[in-house]
């Protein structure tokens, strides 16, 4: 299929050096919360990108849960995919695709685990049926079939049937602390307008990038 006709001028905004915060966690929230009030389907799901040690690259969404001046986190099976490549590399790219607003933006960092009481906070807050599954889930590992999910979830309702629902050691937070960020807006004729914020030891420094 020949898609090549398929074309969109971007136009809705600009974006220059005067109108960026020198924070870039305050320049995200700022953009986090106009794709919120613009009601984008799953403003929080990002793309998140990590590498294994010979450098193969995968890329799969998750679920932005948590961010603040420690960094971005999201949670899932400690013994995935992702978990494996994190665990020979622990550096991860972020991705967020804002393009009903016609924006971007990267996020680039080192990844650490947080803590076991952090995972529980937030595990505790999910429902029900939620915390069971991460229970059940061998996440990214082959399985024989539907109804075996479904047999599982059965056997791991009946175990836990009254009380509170635990931690199952496998299964966290990570938090992507950025040392990159990337933001992109959308021009006319393709020079779109993109900045961005490296980490030094001077702070964050801002540079302008050709589109
Ligand atoms: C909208 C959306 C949100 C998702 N959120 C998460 C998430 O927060 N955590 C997670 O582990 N997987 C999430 N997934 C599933 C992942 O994309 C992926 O299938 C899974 O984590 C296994 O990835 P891996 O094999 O690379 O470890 C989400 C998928 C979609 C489409």
């Known amino acids: 299929m020949d898609i090549s006709e398929i074309r969109t001028d971007y136009v809705k905004s600009g974006l220059q050096r005067r109108d960026l915060n020198d924070d870039p966690l305050q320049q995200f929230t700022t953009w986090f919360e106009q794709a919120r009030a613009a009601e984008l389907m799953e403003v929080n799901a990002m793309s998140l990108a990590t590498a294994d040690a010979a450098g193969r690259p995968d890329v799969r969404t998750v679920l932005l849960k948590i961010f603040d001046e420690q960094g971005y986190v999201f949670f899932t099976n400690y013994k995935s995919s992702k ?3 994190l665990a020979a590399n622990p550096q991860a790219a972020l991705l967020f695709p804002w393009l009903a607003l016609e924006r971007q933006v990267r996020i680039v960092g080192r990844v650490e685990k947080i803590s076991g009481a952090q995972s529980l906070k ?4 999910r429902p029900r049926g939620s915390q069971l599954g991460a229970w059940i889930s061998e996440q990214s590992q082959p399985i024989q079939s539907r109804e075996k999910l479904n047999r599982l979830m059965q056997q791991i309702k009946a175990r836990f049937a009254a009380g509170e629902i635990p931690l199952p050691s496998h299964w966290g937070g990570y938090r992507v602390v950025p040392d990159h960020y990337e933001f992109w ?3 006319a004729n393709r020079l779109h307008d ?3 914020y490296d980490l030094t030891d001077a702070g964050w420094q801002i540079k302008r990038l050709a589109p």
Do not use: I, L, V
């Open 185 to 187: 807006q959308g021009r």
């Open 122 to 125: 937030y595990f505790s807050s």
């Open 83 to 85: 978990a494996r490549q």
């Open 194 to 196: 993109r900045f961005s």
